[in-house]
């Protein structure tokens, strides 16, 4: 199994601030790399697809890039509405599997 | 609008089999563009893939869950199945239905997500 690893596992931020979250793949997944926004009861919401497609409806402060085995997602200027668990996933093979979450919550 | 909801017991005994269905509505689920799946997700922690299928029936498994696993769908109902047999208390989730498209392999729509608890 290719295994994803995040950091970091928690952040603290401020309104307005830009946050920059990692995804790491123990092999290459290409660019077969998905974010996704988790609030608290809720079903995940996708963000970002194939490393760095902006989903149809995600604001643009959104934004991933990367490659190969290092993957980024930024929010430019954060929002109070973005405080949440993070996630990422890789769909290059089976099994798809998730990076374990970063939390990024108000400082 | 495209909607997933789950549907099927809270509550499962020890050693039976976890069965949930996914009913989908605004869309059909024999369109050639997706694939549909089942995610889960322990109290408090990460999310697992478990599986997904095709309109067609095929389906490819989590290797971890496979030999507990089936997954089937019923075109007639616009629905989709999950079972899981021989449950133990690390199967305790929310599991989520959820739809991906074959061109981006990314689940961009999903259910609201049902408990499930394993306990006698």
């Known amino acids: 199994d290719i295994q994803m690893t995040q950091s970091p596992s928690s952040l603290s931020a401020s309104v307005g601030d830009r946050v920059t979250i990692t995804c790491r793949a123990s092999q290459s997944v290409t660019r077969y790399l998905n974010w996704y926004q988790q609030k608290p009861g809720k079903a995940p919401k996708l963000l970002i697809y194939?490393?760095?497609s902006l989903q149809t409806g995600v604001p643009s402060r959104f934004s991933g890039s990367g490659s190969e085995t290092d993957f980024t997602l930024t929010i430019s200027s954060l929002q109070p509405e973005d405080f949440a668990i993070y996630f990422c996933?890789?769909?290059?093979?089976?099994?798809?599997?998730f990076g374990q979450g970063t939390k990024v919550d108000i400082k | 609008q495209l909607q997933l909801q789950e549907s099927g017991p809270g509550l499962v005994k020890p050693s039976e089999t976890l069965s949930l269905t996914c009913t989908v509505s605004g869309d059909s689920i024999s369109s050639t563009t997706y694939y549909w799946g089942w995610i889960r997700q322990p109290p408090g922690k990460g999310l697992e893939w478990i599986g997904s299928i095709y309109y067609s029936g095929s389906t490819y498994y989590n290797p971890s869950l496979k030999s507990r696993v089936t997954i089937s769908v019923d075109t007639s109902k616009n629905q989709f199945s999950l079972k899981l047999s021989s449950v133990n208390a690390a199967d305790t989730a929310v599991y989520y239905c959820?739809?991906?498209?074959?061109?981006?392999?990314?689940?961009?729509?999903w259910g609201q997500g049902t408990m499930v608890t394993v306990s006698s």
């Open positions: 996933q890789h769909s290059y093979s089976t099994p798809r599997t």
């Open positions: 194939a490393a760095s």
């Open positions: 959820a739809r991906h498209p074959n061109w981006a392999d990314a689940f961009d729509i």
